[in-house]
């Protein structure tokens, strides 16, 4: 887990990085079982919903906040709670699953909201930066 916010970029960039170099190396279409075929598509469409998310509702969000409803408006963000409640049932699944591996989850109640509402905030922007680093074949930097 990376401790400083530059780590953490060049990590979740690279990895961002790593799913086009994928996608580019094996077509979700060559996959030879269905189910894999099926998961490795969704990958297609994630450089489109991170480009959405960067450049239509962060700037929306913002416009939003200020009371300029143009691109998002107060019903939109009814999606908030809907965004709680999904992640919340993950969580739960997860720990019931962390607990037949015997491994523990603390609960961090404020941690779950802060995650839930800002961490795609910060990893869309950052994604879109590694695909466009594969795409022009930018140099990696690994540390």
């Known amino acids: 887990m990376p401790i400083q916010f530059k780590h953490f ?4 960039s690279r990895w ?6 994928g996608l580019k190396a094996v077509k979700p279409w060559q996959q030879p079982i269905r189910y894999i075929r099926f998961l490795t598509s969704i990958n297609l469409f994630m450089p489109f919903l991170d480009t959405a998310y960067t450049f239509a ?3 929306g969000l913002v416009l939003a906040m200020f009371g300029i409803f143009w691109i998002i408006g107060p019903m ?4 908030l ?7 919340y049932i993950l969580f739960v699944y997860q720990r019931r699953v962390f607990k037949d591996l015997n491994l523990k989850i603390r609960i961090n109640r ?4 802060v995650f839930v509402l800002f961490y795609q905030l910060v ?4 994604s879109i930066i590694g695909y466009v680093q594969e795409i022009f074949a930018k140099e990696r930097v690994w540390k």
């Open 9 to 12: 970029y060049r990590q979740k």
């Open 16 to 21: 961002a990085r790593g799913m086009v170099e």
């Open 57 to 59: 509702w962060i700037p």
């Open 76 to 79: 939109t963000l009814l999606v």
């Open 81 to 87: 709670p809907l965004a709680m409640l999904q992640n």
């Open 110 to 113: 404020f941690g779950f909201v």
């Open 123 to 126: 990893m869309s922007p950052i």
